[in-house]
């Protein structure tokens, strides 16, 4: 009797056993809850036609800015201007050493005390000679010869007398004038140098005339050239506007940057307006046909084009739009292709989305 009812409990205990995995199997099958979908805040997209300006940062610049040098050359014994000096036109600059100058006038003028004396000798000569061949004592041969020696010996005084402009010239020429008023903005040679005829010694820019100069990209000159006014302001003195003209566009772009070099003349600069102040350029009166601005947050990079990520209102699946930029504003952007009114486009978070994810759209905004 003992032995069946021990027997009876190792059997129970063994279905048990068998029976456990069965039952924590069962317990292990409840589904696990689903991720909840990303929240976004998006803006609905409402393309304008609007007529914009388009803002360039550029340099104030001389209109005209001249390299001074010397006609001569020599060895720089004084300088007597600084960079930024205002100098008046015929004011001396600096000078050369003028010795062997003078030098050279006293040896011209030698010869031309030389050939002096040989033309009154010669025209005395020619004078006695003519009484006499009017009187027949002397041949017309002899005449003509005296009368050769006299125009000879004139002709000699004349070079000589013109050498010695050009050396009394070239004494003048060590003195380096400025041709016209204006702002010494550039030294580039020191005293105790030796400079070659025409080597830059100083630059002076002409104050009179005033212009700004900006580099604008290849594809944006259509847009320089449809502006229909142009505005200068200063960054040191924004309240105050000046009217721009475009005065001149390189035909060359810049081998470095690629871009275009545009100076714009300002009209009426007064004395506020000093040379290298910063400028800031506003072409207005462009047509920039149909827009979408959206903010800047909402563009990324997809291989070599910009995108956007667009919010399906059935699926709430997102997908990557890609777009086209016109400009780029300080915190947006202008895009004029790819997007259409009533679009919803993901405003901010674009580099955690991946294509075909399911969001939750928490807001909605106006661009």
């Not at 317990?27 to 300006?53: F, H, I, K, W, Y």
């Not at 004139?154 to 010695?164: P, R």
Request: negative net charge; proline residues 4%; charged residues 25%.
């Amino acid at each position: 009797m003992r032995r069946n009812s021990a027997n009876g409990w190792a059997m129970i205990f063994c279905a048990s056993i068998l029976c456990a995995p069965v039952m924590f199997a069962g317990c292990s099958g409840e589904e696990t809850p689903p991720e909840p979908l990303r929240a976004v805040n998006v803006v609905r997209v409402s393309s304008t036609d609007n007529t914009g300006q388009i803002a360039y940062s550029g340099e104030v610049k001389p209109r005209y800015e001249t390299a001074l040098g010397f006609r001569v050359a020599g060895k720089i014994v004084e300088r007597l201007a600084d960079i930024g000096d205002v100098v008046r036109a015929g004011v001396t600059l600096a000078k050369l050493d003028p010795e062997d100058q003078k030098l050279n006038s006293q040896a011209v003028r030698s010869r031309l005390a030389a050939a002096d004396a040989a033309y009154q000798q010669a025209k005395g000569d020619l004078e006695r000679y003519t009484d006499l061949y009017e009187q027949k004592f002397i041949s017309r041969a002899e005449y003509d010869r005296r009368l050769t020696d006299f125009n000879v010996t004139k002709a000699q005084l004349e070079q000589v007398q013109a050498e010695l402009a050009v050396t009394e010239n070239q004494a003048d020429y060590t003195r380096l004038r400025a041709d016209h008023p204006g702002v010494v903005t550039a030294i580039e040679a020191e005293v105790g140098q030796v400079v070659s005829a025409g080597q830059t010694v100083m630059r002076v820019a002409r104050t009179a005339q005033k212009e700004v100069a900006i580099s604008v990209p290849e594809n944006k000159l259509g847009e320089l050239r449809a502006a229909t006014d142009i505005v200068i302001t200063l960054w040191a003195k924004p309240e105050r506007k000046y009217v721009g003209k475009v005065r001149e566009v390189s035909p060359v772009a810049d081998p470095v940057t690629r871009t275009y070099a545009v100076r714009i003349a300002m009209a009426q600069a007064d004395g506020d307006v000093n040379l290298g102040m910063t400028a800031n350029v506003y072409l207005g009166g462009i047509r920039q046909g149909n827009t979408v601005e959206l903010p800047a947050t909402a563009l990324f990079q997809q291989g070599e084009d910009a995108a956007v990520w667009r919010v399906d209102t059935d699926s709430g699946q997102v997908s990557a739009v890609p777009v086209e930029v016109a400009r780029y504003f300080e915190d947006s952007v202008a895009v004029t292709s790819g997007l259409t009114d009533g679009d919803l486009v993901v405003r901010a978070g674009v580099h955690k989305l991946f294509e075909g994810e399911q969001v939750r759209v928490l807001d909605t905004r106006e661009p």
